[in-house]
């Protein structure tokens, strides 16, 4: 299995649709797992941190599932706004401070 | 604050050239990244370093690479020689204690 694997989409949903990414990881032994945005020629941007079971804000819920060692990410009432390519983030099993990014699931919603 | 500050946004250079890529972290912070992103590859890590120490350089592609963090506001990656399939995207990130990683907003390096 690979470090962080992430379907890399593209997602097309209209706009007010419900939408779900899925990460799979393979370093059992991760406590804090990340969510990235990364907005078209920008930089990655936090936008949820997951150190427990899940956590919400807002339309985004993030879950996190150790046994079967997957996060997903769902994003209710989708806005136009939220077409961006997310980073599915697990840190190392080496050095402290060495994170891993996924490829990205490209979102793209439609008006 | 400004954020973390890179230079030069954009080069375009030729292959066997040096290159040098600067990055300013926000102030305050004590741990400073620096990724490669492609899109085969997506976002490597290349090196990080922990109070101006190189802590792991495990992501440099080979010894044409090398990055130097002299003081707390200021870290270079240089090229030497550059190759066409260094062209990417480089990214210098900075955070508190490793957590959120606040980032630049990269250099588009383009090796002809």
């Known amino acids: 299995r690979k470090e962080v694997e992430q379907d890399p989409g593209p997602f097309n949903v209209p706009e007010g649709a419900t939408v779900a990414f899925n990460c799979t990881y393979s370093n059992s032994a991760s406590q804090s797992f990340f969510w990235y945005r990364q907005d078209c020629r920008k930089e990655p941007k936090l936008l949820m941190s997951?150190?427990?079971s899940g956590n919400e804000d807002g339309r985004f819920t993030a879950q996190l599932n150790r046994a079967s060692q997957y996060i997903s990410l769902l994003i209710r009432d989708s806005k136009l706004s939220d077409s961006a390519t997310y980073l599915c983030?697990?840190?190392?099993?080496?050095?402290?401070?060495?994170?891993?990014f996924g490829k990205g699931t490209k979102l793209s919603v439609k008006p | 604050d400004a954020g973390v500050i890179q230079s030069p946004r954009h080069e375009v250079t030729e292959m066997g050239q040096e290159v040098t890529l600067r990055c300013k972290p926000i102030?305050?912070?004590?741990?400073l990244f620096w990724y490669r992103q492609t899109m085969m590859r997506g976002l490597e890590l290349l090196i990080y370093f922990n109070n101006n120490v190189p802590i792991d350089d495990s992501g440099m592609p080979e010894d044409r690479f090398s990055a130097k963090m002299p003081n707390a506001s200021f870290s270079t990656l240089k090229i030497q020689p550059s190759e066409p399939r260094d062209s990417a995207v480089y990214f210098c990130a900075s955070s508190l204690l490793d957590e959120k990683l606040f980032f630049g907003s990269g250099t588009q390096l383009s090796v002809l």
């Open positions: 102030s305050g912070h004590n741990s």
């Open positions: 983030v697990v840190p190392s099993g080496g050095s402290q401070g060495n994170l891993i």
């Open positions: 997951v150190y427990s």
